[in-house]
């Protein structure tokens, strides 16, 4: 895809404009593909298998394309706004950046992000053979159909958690990182768009947060024998949680194109009940 087809499909009234800059990129489990330019160019490269191939030539031919396209339209801007790229001190930016990077690693929230994540891991290798075992033990009942267990509906929920605390358990950290970058940066450089795209990420991070929890929750519920490694995981997150509400307060209410909007819509048309007497 060229500059100018990129550029008119961004012009295309059905996608909700930068919804995907404060998603969880779970597109699997979005309401909003339709209305996503961001799925739209995915989907345009999954129907061709060998740009999904790190080891095809086809992969690095479609990242360069996207790079190209990317720095034409980047150099565009920068013309339009009157920013010579070239006059750009890279070294000033370099020196910038590795400051940056220091700051947001020696966050509290971003080491208990990172601590989480590998917690997680530790979590899974330790028990990797009670989650075989469970499996097990669950095809065995579904089998022997006995009365009054449900062993499918309990194997969905364990899946279920499984995915979402895998899903979160690198994004938290990832979008906490790009919170405090955006802080840092914004009070370096005196802008006023950086906290604001800040608090979309905090935003994220916290809902990826919350799921989490709710996830290990339902883990406790399954696993109870595990209640002590869970409760550690719990007390991780909850305290995770409260250091990033306290470190972007901002964050809560932050409104992210398209999810957010459309949650206040229902909202407002969301039928009123009558008291009763
Ligand atoms: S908004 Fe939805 S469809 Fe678009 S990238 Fe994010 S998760 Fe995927």
């Given amino acids: 895809?060229?500059?100018?087809?990129?550029?008119?499909?961004a012009k295309d009234p059905k996608f909700i404009s930068g919804i995907?800059?404060?998603?969880?990129?779970?597109?699997?489990?979005?309401?909003?593909?339709?209305k996503c330019m961001n799925?739209?160019?995915?989907?345009?490269?999954?129907n061709d298998p060998r740009t999904q191939d790190i080891t095809n030539k086809a992969f690095w031919d479609k990242l360069h394309e996207i790079f190209q396209v990317t720095f034409e339209m980047l150099k565009e801007s920068a013309d339009e706004m009157?920013?010579?790229?070239?006059?750009?001190?890279?070294?000033?930016?370099?020196?910038?950046?590795?400051?940056?990077?220091?700051?947001?690693?020696?966050?509290?929230?971003?080491?208990?992000?990172?601590?989480?994540?590998?917690?997680?891991?530790d979590w899974f290798k330790s028990n990797n053979d009670l989650i075989e075992t469970r499996a097990e033990e669950m095809l065995s009942f579904a089998q022997a159909q006995i009365p009054g267990t449900r062993p499918d509906k309990d194997a969905l929920k364990i899946q279920d958690c499984l995915e979402?605390?895998?899903?979160?358990?690198?994004?938290?950290?990832?979008?906490l990182c790009r919170a405090a970058s955006g802080m840092i940066r914004g009070e370096l450089e005196n802008n006023e768009y950086s906290p604001q795209d800040a608090n979309g990420s905090a935003k994220v991070?916290?809902?990826?947060?919350?799921?989490?929890?709710?996830?290990?929750?339902?883990?406790?519920?399954?696993?109870p024998e595990q209640e002590n490694s869970i409760l550690d995981l719990l007390v991780k997150l909850k305290r995770l949680l409260r250091q990033v509400e306290t470190a972007f307060p901002n964050a809560r209410a932050f409104i992210r194109p398209g999810f957010d909007t459309a949650v206040s819509k229902r909202k407002m048309t969301r039928p009123r009940h009558r008291k009763t007497k």
């Fill in 1 to 9: 895809m060229d500059k100018e087809q990129l550029k008119k499909l």
């Fill in 20 to 34: 995907y800059n404060y998603c969880d990129r779970w597109c699997e489990r979005c309401a909003f593909t339709s």
């Fill in 205 to 223: 991070a916290l809902i990826g947060i919350e799921r989490s929890l709710a996830a290990w929750g339902e883990m406790l519920n399954q696993f």
């Fill in 164 to 175: 979402v605390v895998r899903w979160y358990q690198h994004q938290i950290y990832v979008k």
């Fill in 82 to 121: 009157g920013i010579d790229l070239n006059a750009i001190d890279d070294k000033e930016i370099q020196k910038q950046e590795k400051k940056v990077h220091e700051i947001v690693e020696n966050q509290l929230y971003t080491k208990a992000a990172f601590s989480y994540a590998k917690m997680v891991d």
């Fill in 39 to 46: 799925y739209a160019l995915s989907e345009d490269e999954v």
